[in-house]
C-alpha cells in the first residue's frame, strides 16, 4: 500500500480534483498512508486476506461457503440511526418535516472536529465509484474516503468502483464528495450529514452498511433525490423485476417496499409451478433511478451492483435464488456460526448455532442467535435470476410502479390507481409496521411515503410536486398499484400465501397495462373481482381471497382521516392534488 502523499497513487493523476480533495481529507485526518481503490477482484481479494489476518473477518467453511466471511460489528452498530441523519440545506424548509436538518455551517463545524486527527494510525481508503453502469448516460459518479477495509470491501461489490469510474469522474468534472470514519464507535459521537446543494456526505462514528456504504442510501437516494428534481427524473427506493409470460412478452415493474417487506423475494420471485411458461429476471432489489425516455415512457437503471439484504428467514422455500446466490463469495454480517464453521441464521431448516452474532457462545435466553438486521453482500451477478439489461445503459421500460407496506388490515391485497395523480397520493399514503433495518421499536405502523421515508433528501410536499411533474411530462407513464401481502384474518393468521404466488397479482397487474384484465372501482381504486386473479392451483379457500378484495369502509375513512392529518403538516407547500385526490377517495367511499 502506498504512503500518504500529495498524489499518492498512479490513480491520483486522472482527476486534480479529487486528489485534490483527498489531500485536503489527508490534512485533516492524518492518516497512517493512503490506499487509492483499483476495483480488481485481486485487490478486493488481498482486502478480505488483510481482514482475516487481523482477525477483522472470519473465513466460512470452504467447502460448504466458499469464497464467504463473516464480520461482526459492534453491538451498538447494526442498523441505520435516522435520528443522527440529517440533511443540511441553507433553508430548513427544504429539508421538510421529513427530515432532522441542521445548519450547513454548524453541521460542518462539528464535523470537522470529529474528523480531526481521526485516522492516525489508520488506512485511508479513496473509493471513485459508479452508480450504475459506467457507460450509461442515466448513472452519476461518487468518491467515498473511509478509514474502513471493511467498508471499501462492500464498497467494492456495491458498486461499479475503482479506475473506470474515476476516469468518468475526470471526463465530466462533476462527483459527489463522500467522507466516512468510523471514529470511535461511539453513539454519542455518531452522526450522518447530508449537503444536497453541495453534493456532499459526511458520516461519523459507525460501521454499519446503512451509515457507512456511502453509495448506497447516502448517495443513491437522499443526495440523488435531490439531483433528480433539479435533472427531472425519480431516484426511488425500489427494484426493478422483469417479468416473462408465457406468450414470451416481457414486461418491467419498479415496486417500493420498508425493508423487511418482502422486497427482496419479489426482486427474485420463483414463478409457482401452477403457473407454467412464466419466466421472472432480477433487475434490481433495492434502489431505482427512473428517466423519461424520448418514447415518453419511464427507464429505470439500478445503480447498485451487488446486494446488501437482510438474511434472517432466507432459505430455500422462501427465497430459493437468494439463498443459492449467497453459497459463495459472499460477505455475512452478524450472522451465528455453527461449530463447523458454517453461517446460521433464523429461518434455516437445518444446523445448530454455537456462536452468537457477538461471538459469545450461543444461549436462546439472550436472545436470537443472528441479528434481526444481520446481513449478506454479495455481486448481482451471483443471482440465478440476474437480467442481462441490468447492465444496458439505456435501462429497461416500466409497465408498473407498485407501492406497498405491512399491514394486518386496511389495505387489501392490491388496488390500483384511478390516473397517476391518485397514484401519487396512494404512495404518499403508504403505511407499514417497523422492522429491525432501523434503530427503534418494532412492530409500530408509521407513514412511509413512496418507501423514502428515511431516504428523501428534501422535503416531502416538494418530491410530490415534482412527481406530479414528472408524470404529466409522459406521453405513455406506467400504471401505478398498491399491494399488501401481509393481510390477516382475525386470529392473526396470514390470508394470501405469498412469495411465488404473488406473481398472480403481479400477472393481473400486467394485463392491467395491457388493458385486457377487468377491475372494479371500489372508492379507493380499482380493485379485481375474485374471478379477474389466476387462481389455478392456489390453495386459498373462497372466504379468504373475498376478504383480500375487500374494502372495510369504516377502517378506510378513518385512513382517509389519519392521512389528511399526515399531509397537513407540510402546509402550504402541499401540492393542491393532493388533497383534491383525497377527497375523491372520501367521496367514493360514500
Known amino acids: 500500500m502506498a504512503t500518504a502523499s500529495p498524489l499518492p497513487t498512479p490513480l491520483a493523476h486522472l482527476s486534480r480534483p479529487v486528489a485534490e480533495w483527498v489531500e485536503s481529507v489527508r490534512a485533516l485526518t492524518e492518516p497512517a498512508e493512503v490506499y487509492w481503490c483499483e476495483g480488481t477482484d485481486a485487490e478486493r481479494e488481498a482486502l478480505t486476506a488483510r481482514l482475516v489476518r487481523d482477525g477483522e473477518l472470519t473465513r466460512l467453511d470452504p467447502e460448504t461457503y466458499p469464497g464467504c466471511h463473516l464480520y461482526r460489528s459492534s453491538p451498538s452498530d447494526v ?151 433539479e435533472e427531472g427524473w425519480l431516484a426511488e427506493h425500489m427494484l426493478i423485476v422483469g417479468l416473462q409470460n408465457p406468450r414470451g412478452e416481457t414486461h418491467y415493474i419498479a415496486a417500493a417496499f420498508p425493508s423487511a417487506c418482502g422486497k427482496t423475494n419479489l426482486a427474485m420471485l420463483i414463478p409457482p409451478n401452477s403457473m407454467p411458461g412464466w419466466k421472472v429476471f432480477t433487475v434490481g432489489d433495492d434502489i431505482a433511478w427512473l428517466h423519461p425516455g424520448r418514447d415518453g415512457r419511464l427507464w429505470a437503471i439500478n445503480p447498485e451492483a451487488g446486494y446488501f439484504g437482510v438474511v434472517p428467514g432466507t432459505n430455500r422455500e422462501t427465497n430459493r435464488n437468494a439463498f443459492d446466490m449467497i453459497r459463495r463469495d459472499t460477505l455475512f454480517t452478524n450472522v451465528a456460526l455453527t461449530a463447523d464453521n458454517q453461517p446460521w441464521w433464523e429461518g434455516l431448516p437445518s444446523g445448530v448455532p454455537r456462536i452468537d452474532w457477538r461471538g459469545r457462545p450461543y444461549d436462546a435466553a439472550s436472545g436470537p442467535a443472528a441479528h434481526p438486521n444481520s446481513r449478506f453482500t454479495v455481486s448481482a451477478r451471483r443471482n440465478p435470476s440476474y437480467s442481462p439489461h441490468t447492465d444496458d445503459p439505456r435501462g429497461v421500460p416500466i409497465s408498473a410502479i407498485v407501492f406497498g407496506g405491512r399491514r394486518r388490515e386496511v389495505a387489501p391485497l392490491v388496488y390500483e390507481a384511478r390516473d397517476w395523480a391518485h397514484g401519487v397520493l396512494v404512495g404518499a399514503s403508504v403505511a407499514s409496521e417497523t422492522t429491525a433495518a432501523a434503530v427503534g421499536q418494532v412492530g409500530v405502523v408509521r407513514r412511509d411515503p413512496m418507501a423514502m421515508q428515511p431516504f428523501c433528501g428534501y422535503n416531502f410536499a416538494d418530491y410530490w410536486r415534482h412527481w406530479l411533474k414528472v408524470g404529466a411530462g409522459l406521453a405513455n407513464p406506467p400504471r401505478l398499484f398498491h399491494v399488501n401481502w401481509f393481510r390477516r384474518d382475525p386470529q392473526g393468521k396470514f390470508l394470501w400465501p405469498g412469495f411465488g404466488e404473488n406473481l398472480r397479482v403481479l400477472a393481473w397487474m400486467l394485463e392491467r397495462c395491457a388493458g385486457k384484465a377487468q ?63 383525497l377527497e375523491r377517495t372520501a367521496s367514493g367511499l360514500g
Not at 430548513?92 to 470529529?114: F, I, S, T
Not at 455518531?190 to 446503512?210: A, K, N, Q, T, V
Open 79 to 229: 442498523a441505520r440511526v435516522e435520528h443522527l441523519t440529517y440533511i443540511c440545506t441553507r433553508s430548513q424548509e427544504d429539508a421538510g418535516p421529513n427530515n432532522n436538518w441542521m445548519d450547513p455551517e454548524a453541521a460542518h463545524g462539528k464535523m470537522r472536529e470529529l474528523f480531526r486527527g481521526c485516522m492516525r494510525g489508520r488506512t485511508l481508503y479513496v473509493i471513485p465509484y459508479c452508480m450504475g453502469p459506467v457507460s450509461s448516460p442515466l448513472a452519476r459518479c461518487g468518491v467515498e474516503i473511509t478509514d474502513s477495509a471493511y467498508v471499501a470491501i462492500n464498497m467494492l461489490i456495491m458498486t461499479h468502483a475503482g479506475r473506470p469510474a474515476l476516469e468518468r469522474i475526470a471526463h465530466e468534472g462533476c462527483f459527489v464528495r463522500g467522507l466516512h470514519s468510523t471514529g470511535e464507535l461511539d453513539p454519542n459521537r455518531r452522526f450522518i450529514m447530508h449537503f444536497p446543494e453541495e453534493l456532499s456526505i459526511e458520516s461519523y462514528g459507525s460501521g454499519y452498511g446503512g451509515n457507512a456504504l456511502l453509495g448506497k442510501k447516502c448517495h443513491a437516494l437522499r443526495i440523488a433525490s435531490w439531483q433528480a428534481r
Open 519 to 581: 377491475a372494479i372501482d371500489r372508492g379507493i381504486g380499482l380493485l379485481p373481482r375474485p374471478e379477474d386473479l389466476n387462481t389455478a392451483g392456489l390453495d386459498v379457500e373462497p372466504e379468504a381471497l373475498s376478504a383480500l378484495l375487500s374494502v372495510d369502509t369504516e377502517l378506510w375513512r378513518r385512513e382517509v382521516t389519519e392521512t389528511r392529518a399526515y399531509l397537513s403538516q407540510y402546509g402550504e407547500r402541499l401540492p393542491r392534488e393532493m388533497l383534491s385526490e
